[in-house]
């Protein structure tokens, strides 16, 4: 059985679980229509200082309000499920996803520069298979919930050419200089540290977004792909820690990646790498409370789009994402 058909069977197990989903949206009748229609609260911006001895000043803060709705936010959470299911699936099997998983309102792009890894660590491999999966079945639940109102896939880079949103990231991090590239489908290594630049970002996404989410189905939903997503933040830092103890640049290069990110969202230190104080690990970045950090829409997209400023395309997504909310924040 080869990659493709691994993720394939294991996507068809969850077809219960899916189909059950489905059937409890259409019963709460959530519709395209009810998604554009709901108006939705604000939200708070990160946490304090990524020392972890701050307290996040927004977590109990009533969000201000916007004229968001929960379908904006939705189709928002659906752009970066695209770039990680895209992202995974190339790593884990070679190939992207279905067609008929793209589709939707808005401009539909292509994910070009994706490729297999060849894992020589079988443990990275099975964990690459079980997270590619996942952010399959994300892509499905949200183009699911959103009905004809999902957007389509935006273009999506991810390539490891030295222009690549992959290598201008290692060198904002320093971890490369310009012209040089970051493959990180070159090496068990290099795989875990580009998945770990997406699932930090996706659980602070999460759980800045949920506070915007009227809808108690959707609030739910966005609760369990948050899990989903903390989970496979856990775990790409619990073994690029472990590796790190033999290979310490491996350490060094999440506070790296941390340090860039961070410079890009805003002055609020919202990330940590995976070492803790005196040398011990940080598998779980929490302000003094133990309580995840936070991060708008805005400043999401300032990552994703490796621009400080307040554009409306850039790294990652070339053009932009599909969706009302399209735009980051300004520094």
């Known amino acids: 059985m080869n990659q493709q ?39 708070g911006g990160g946490g304090n200082s990524g020392d972890g001895l701050g307290v996040d000043p927004g977590a109990n803060t009533p969000p201000p309000a916007t004229g968001l709705s929960d379908g904006d936010i939705l189709n928002f959470a659906l752009n970066l499920e695209y770039l990680e299911a895209q992202f995974y699936s190339f790593a884990a099997t070679g190939s992207g996803l279905a067609a008929n998983l793209l589709t939707g309102t808005g401009t539909q792009g292509a994910a070009t520069g994706g490729r297999a890894v060849t894992f020589t660590d079988p443990v990275v491999r099975q964990y690459a298979n079980e997270i590619a999966v996942d952010e399959r079945q994300h892509v499905i639940f949200l183009r699911t919930a959103l009905g004809s109102a999902a957007v389509a896939q935006p273009a999506i880079d991810i390539s490891s050419s030295p222009t690549g949103p992959f290598s201008q990231a290692a060198v904002a991090a320093g971890l490369i200089t310009q012209g040089q590239s970051f493959d990180p489908y070159a090496s068990d290594e290099n795989f875990l540290l580009g998945a770990y630049i997406f699932e930090d970002v996706g659980v602070t996404a ?87 950090y936070s991060r708008t829409p805005g400043d999401v997209l300032n990552i994703v789009y490796l621009n400080a400023g307040a554009v409306p395309r850039g790294g990652f997504f070339p053009n932009g994402v599909n969706g009302s909310v399209n735009t980051s924040s300004a520094g």
Do not use: M, W
Request: aromatic share 4%; net charge neutral.
């Open 5 to 43: 058909d691994l993720i394939a069977e294991l996507g068809e197990r969850q077809a219960a679980r899916r189909q059950q989903r489905r059937a409890f949206l259409k019963f709460a009748g959530i519709s395209a229509a009810v998604a554009g229609a709901t108006a939705l609260s604000g939200c």
């Open 206 to 292: 999460y759980k800045g977004a949920s506070p915007l989410l009227k809808s108690e189905v959707f609030l739910s939903a966005a609760a369990g792909i948050l899990g989903a997503e903390a989970y496979h933040a856990g775990l790409v830092r619990t073994v690029l820690y472990a590796k790190g103890i033999a290979v310490p640049a491996l350490i060094d290069a999440t506070e790296r990646i941390s340090n860039a990110r961070d410079s890009l969202d805003g002055p609020t230190d919202v990330d940590q790498g995976v070492r803790g104080a005196n040398g011990a690990s940080n598998i779980v970045p929490t302000d003094a409370d133990g309580i995840a």
